[in-house]
Each structure stands twice: as structure tokens, then as C-alpha cells.
């Protein structure tokens, strides 16, 4: 009996309910764990891991320390070159791929959440738009379609070749690329996000609330800040996690096809392509990579899937 | 319906014409010179003049009009010459790659055959083996068999071809060798012998490919046959003691497939983009190989070309698309 009163006396919040919602799906929840996992591992790990990605022995130490295994390797091969100090091995010249993988995923999860963010932000500014300004709402979904009929990865590959010296000169060989992978990335991805908050903006329209905000004068600016962005949130929410993976995906192409960051500045997408030359004798350096790109963006495609039935009040409280 | 057809050709024009106004603008910024090649003793006149002789010398607009007859009339017309033996196009200046000084058309129709078997195969492949998965496990809601679709189909989703490519090169080239990791294309179908082995190359890049396009389609189908297995036709084809094989198979798998096969002709393009990197990783040489080498040499007219073939596919597509649903679904009607 206490129980019962109880549950009806405590506040709910509406995020607790998604919350509530989003941790009975197992997979999300390993998924976010995971991913959180990945995110503080990437930021952290290089602070407390001892090699430096970059560093490149010299003199008898290269003799030494290159192409070493990983340390599971002499499980089975009492023979194999592998030492605790490098658990993963290093690579033909002698860094230590754990160290490189850990500097790698900070550039390859910082493009994704940077990309991501872009395109969210002209997905939902074109969809606004779109769907709260009748006059404009042509021409922008002209536009989104025209965008959708583009050949995107070959137009991101030209235009990597295109831009990439003019920038590298703005900010910096790395920095250079990493602006423009992140805006060529967010530039051609949010067409999705564009068309599903235009349909969502359009529906609310006709709702009571918009009316009633109409009818005491809020302005055209409170009305999209204050009424409508809140109420499409979710729709946004999803496609963030799914732009997420994308990114990542995309990003890693690119630096495969060797159109992304330069050999010195290890994304995952490219210690996999550096190792595919070697992948018969040191299949490790393919496998941990790519392994690595897979599950960041399995787990944010579980978050996502996740998300998308927590934030659907129809699923919610089944 | 044919009304709706042609309006629907009709807007399909300027779209394709602003699309390749779009890439001509933005390949025109590319920094690349064909004549970066020849050597500094040749004095600046000649240079201007081979430029000249490339067709680079006039303005933009000229020279995007002078692409577009090369694109849209001299290269069909050679089409023709070659099919019937006519002489329409003869003396025409055709689009003439800058890396192998032969037309950019000839090169994509030599490359074309590589692409389409193993693209097109892996689609077919794909297709098929999502069909019955997405069929059975909305037919068994949340049984194990589906659960397992679920997560073979994340797999899919996240998985890279980059990766997965790799992976099962090592896995079935490199550690039990049963097939080659490199694809032959000198290699020629004679008999039962070669065919085999025509089979036994494309069947990792087919793989691939198909795992991808697998993933997608069948949790649409999965999808489609949910929205359907819910409707009231469906209780009354039972109700009327109808078998339960021909209530799924016939009824609900009929109507579910609506938006399947929509789904599936918008996937066509896609799996072209996606074939640049699978050609990339199994050496394959079609023209997404030919994309990628070509934009490493700058050879701004094979890119332009190529790209504009991308854009017509996805364009086209978009169309089949769009008329299927209408003949499909005879509730559509555009018009």
C-alpha cells in the first residue's frame, strides 16, 4: 500500500522517464557506457600512458624497438618480439601503437562530435526555417533535395584535394584539415536532420499552444527559441547520435583513401590504412584500429536506437 | 501516371543542369594544372598555347556550355557511331582525359563491366539474402532469430567496408587461403574451370558489399512487414481459413514490399559511392578506382565526368523510385 502512494507522491520528470526508459534497453546502456568509456579513455589515457605517439627512436633503440607484437602474441609464439612496456606492439619505425591508437581516437571522436555538431546546427536552422517561414520553405527544400542528388563522397574527396593546401597555410598542416574534414563532413550531412525537423516543426504549427504563444504576441524569435525548438528536440537528439557514427565512419573513409590527416597525425582510419601494406605479418595493426572505429560506432548506433525509443512517448512506459 | 512521369522528367532537367554547374564551379577552383607535367625549358607562349589546344584558355561560361555539348550530344552521338556504325560524331572534340590523353567515355566504358559485376552482384546478393530475414523475424517478433537479425544488421551499420574488407582478407586470403585477396580483371569466363574461379574472386568484395546493403534492407523489410501483419486484411484472409503461408507470403509480403523496392532502387547510387572503397580495398580496377586516381593526378576532366555519372545514377534512380511507388501502390497518385 505504501508503495503505491509513494510512486504517485514522487515528482516525475520527464527526463527521468526517458532516463528510466533508455536504461531498459540493454544494448544503449552498454552502448553509452561503452562509448563514455571510450571518450575518457582517449582523454585520459595519453596523460597517464607513458610513450609518446610521435616519438620515433633512433640508433640502436629503432633496431629495438620496431615492429614489436603485441603482448598476447607470445600466448602462442614463445619466439615473438613483445614487451609489457608496449602493449600493443609497435609499428615499422618504432611508436608504440597503443599510445598512437589513444591520440588517434581523440581525433577521430573529436571530428565525429565536431561534424556532428555542424551539421545539427544547419539541419535544424534550414528545417526551422523551413518549416516555421512559409515564404522560405520552397526554395530550402529545393535545396535540401539538391543536396541529397549530389555525389557527396566523390565531391568531399575533390574537394579535400581543393582546399586542404589553403588552409593548411591558415591554420597549421593539422589544424587545417581537421577544420576542413569537419566542415566538409557537416556540410553534406544534414540534409536527414533538415527534412525531419521541417516535417516536425510543420505539425506542430497547427497545434493550440502555437496559436495561444501567437495570440499574446510572442515574437517570431521567442515563438522558435521557446515553443517549437523544445518540442522537436527529440527527433534532433536522434539524429545527433546517429551523425555521430556517420562522421566517424566518413572520416575514417576518407583518411583510408588517404585523402584525410597526414601520416604523422593518426586518426584510426589511418593506422588502418598505414597497416594494410603489413597486414599479413602484423594483422594486429589492421585489427585494433579497426576494431576500435566498429564499436565506438556500434555503441553510438545502440545509443541511438536507444534514445529514439526512450524519447518516443507512444514506446515510453512499456 | 504517365502525366506524373514527365512532369517528373521534366524537373529532373534543370536539377541534373544545376548539379553539374555545381561540380563544373567547384572543380573550376581546382588548383591542378595539366600543365604542371611539362618541363620548365618550354617557353611560357607554347605552354599557353597547349592550354589553349586543352580548351582551358576561354571563360567559365563558354567553356561550361563547350562541356555540356561534349557531355550531353558528341558523347551520345559517339555512343551511337559505335552501336550502329554511323559516322555522326567523326570529327568531334570529345571529353579527353588530361592523365591518358584518351576520351574520358572510353576509359569508363573499359573500367564499367568490373564495377557492375561486383556492385551489381553484391546488390542482387544483398537483396536476396535480406528479403527472408526481414520476412521471418517480423513474422517472430523479438525471437531469438530476430534478436540475432537486430544485431547482425547493427554489425552492418557499423562496421566499415574498409574494415570488414580487410578483416576478411586476412581471415580468408591470408590465414586459410581459399580466396584471392586481389581481383583479376585480365581474367577471362571460357569454361567451367574459369568460372569458378571468376566465382571464387568476387566472392569477397561481393560479400562485403552485400553485408552493407543486407543490413539496411532487411530491417526495412523487417519494418514494412510489421506495419502490415497488425492490418485488418490480414485477420480477414485468416478469418476466411486461408493457409498461414499464403497469408504471409502472398498477402502481407505483396504489400509489404511497397516500400521495399522503393527503398531498395534509392539504395542503387549509394552502393556505387560505397564501391569506391570496397574496389580501393580488393584492387579491383573500376571506376571508383578510376575516381580515386584520378583525382590524385588532377585530372580534372575524368573527376568532373565521373561525378556527373554519380550525379545522373543517383537522379535517375531517384525517378525509378518514385514511379515504382506509384505503380506499385495504386492509392499513390501524384497528379
Known sequence: MTDATLSREKPRNQW????????????AFWGAIFFLLVILSVLLGPLIYPHDPTLVPTGRDFIRLKDMRPIYTALWDSGAKVSWAHPLGTDQIGRDTLARMLSGGQVSIAVGLAAMALSLFLGTLVGVTAGYFKRLDGILMRLTDLFLALPLLPLILVAVLLFREVLSATFGPEGGIFVLIVVLIGFTSWMQTARIVRGDVLALK????????????????????????????SPIMVSATLGIAQAIITESALSFLGFGFPPDFPTWGRLLFDAIDRMVLYPERVLWPGLAISFTVLSVNYIGDGLRDALDPRIRGR | MLTFTIRRLMISVPTLLLISLVIFLLLELAPGDPMAQVPLTVPPEVKQKMREALGLGEPIPIRYVKWLVQFFWIEPLHL??????????????????????????????????QTLWVVGMSYVVGVLIALPIGI??????????????????????????????????????????????????????TDWASFKKQINQMFLPVMVLALQTTAQISRFMRASMLDNLNQDYVRTARA???GEAVVVMLHVVRNSMIPVVTVIALGVPGIFGGAIITEQVFKVNGIGQLLITSIQGNDLPTVQTLTFIFAILIVLFNLVADILYGILDPRIRYD
Open chain 2, 136 to 189: 521471418y523475424s517480423a513474422y517472430k517478433q523479438y525471437s531469438v532469430f530476430d534478436q540475432a537479425g537486430t544485431f547482425v544488421s547493427m554489425i552492418g551499420f557499423s562496421v566499415p567496408p574498409f574494415f570488414s574488407g580487410v578483416l576478411m582478407i586476412v581471415i580468408f586470403s591470408v590465414s586459410l587461403g581459399w580466396f584471392p585477396s586481389i581481383y583479376d580483371t585480365t581474367h577471362e569466363v
Open chain 1, 206 to 233: 497547427e497545434r493550440e499552444f502555437i496559436l495561444a504563444a501567437r495570440s499574446i504576441g510572442t515574437p517570431n524569435r521567442r515563438m522558435i527559441l521557446r515553443h517549437i525548438l523544445p518540442n522537436v528536440l
Open chain 2, 80 to 113: 551511337i557511331d559505335q552501336m550502329i556504325g554511323t559516322g555522326f560524331a567523326e570529327d568531334k572534340l570529345r571529353v579527353v582525359s588530361w592523365q591518358s590523353r584518351s576520351p574520358v567515355m572510353d576509359i569508363v566504358y573499359e573500367r564499367l563491366p
Open chain 1, 16 to 27: 527521468l522517464d526517458v532516463w528510466d526508459q533508455f536504461r531498459s534497453h540493454g544494448g
Open chain 2, 240 to 242: 476466411k481459413g486461408l
